[in-house]
C-alpha cells in the first residue's frame, strides 16, 4: 500500500440501516445536547403545570352552576315586574327552565338567557329539603318544583336550593339560593 492511501473503511454490519457511520456528520451537528433536551423538558412541564391549574375544579363548577341559576333567577323576576305578568322557575332532577303566564297559561321562555340549561352530572339539587326528584313529600308532581314570582316580582313559594356534588357526603360542598317572599335572591356556600 502506498503511504498515502488509506484502508478502506470497514463494512457496516447494518448495511442500510441508517447507523452513524452512514450519515454524512459534521462535527457541529453530532445531536442534541444535553443542555437542549432539559430545557425542551422543562417547557413541556411548564406548558403542563398551566393546563392542570386552569382546570376547574369540582366545587369551581358547582359554584358556577349556582351563580348562573341565581342569575337567571334574578332576571325571570324581573321579566315578571317589566312586562307585568307571572313568570315561573322550574326546577327539575335534570335542570331547569323558565315559563311565563301567557292568556291563561304557563308558556316556556325562549332566547338565551331563559333557555333550559341540564344540570351537570355530578350535581344533584335539593328542594327546602325535600329532593326535586319527588323522593320525599311537599314536591309537586313529577318532581318538579315551581317557583313563582308575581308581576309585582314577589313569590308566594319561597324555597331554599341547595346544590351538591353527586358524591358529596357530610362535609361535601354545596352551594345554597335562598328565594325569599319579597323576590329577593340570595347566595350561601
Request: proline share 5%.
Amino acid at each position: 500500500m502506498a503511504p498515502d492511501a488509506r484502508p478502506a473503511p470497514a463494512a457496516s454490519p447494518y448495511v442500510g440501516s441508517g447507523a452513524r457511520s452512514d450519515w454524512p456528520v459534521s462535527a457541529g451537528q453530532a445531536g442534541f445536547t444535553l443542555v437542549e433536551l432539559m430545557v425542551v423538558l422543562a417547557i413541556m412541564g411548564l406548558a403542563a403545570a398551566a393546563v392542570v391549574l386552569t382546570m376547574p375544579s369540582q366545587d369551581q363548577n358547582m359554584r358556577q352552576e349556582a351563580d348562573r341559576l341565581a342569575v337567571r333567577l334574578a332576571a325571570v323576576r324581573d321579566l315578571a315586574v317589566v312586562e307585568g305578568r307571572g313568570t315561573a322557575a322550574v326546577i327539575s332532577p335534570s335542570g331547569y327552565w323558565f315559563e311565563q303566564r301567557t292568556r291563561g297559561e304557563w308558556q316556556m321562555l325562549h332566547g338565551r338567557a331563559f333557555a333550559q340549561h341540564d344540570w351537570p352530572q355530578d350535581i344533584r339539587i335539593v328542594v327546602d329539603g325535600a329532593r326535586s326528584d319527588g323522593s320525599v313529600s311537599g314536591v309537586s308532581e313529577g318532581g318538579q318544583t315551581r317557583i313563582l314570582f308575581s308581576r309585582l316580582g314577589t313569590t308566594p313559594t319561597p324555597q331554599s336550593l341547595t346544590m351538591l356534588t353527586a358524591s358529596a357526603d357530610a362535609e361535601g360542598a354545596r352551594e345554597n339560593i335562598h328565594i325569599g317572599a319579597s323576590g329577593e335572591i340570595s347566595r350561601a356556600r
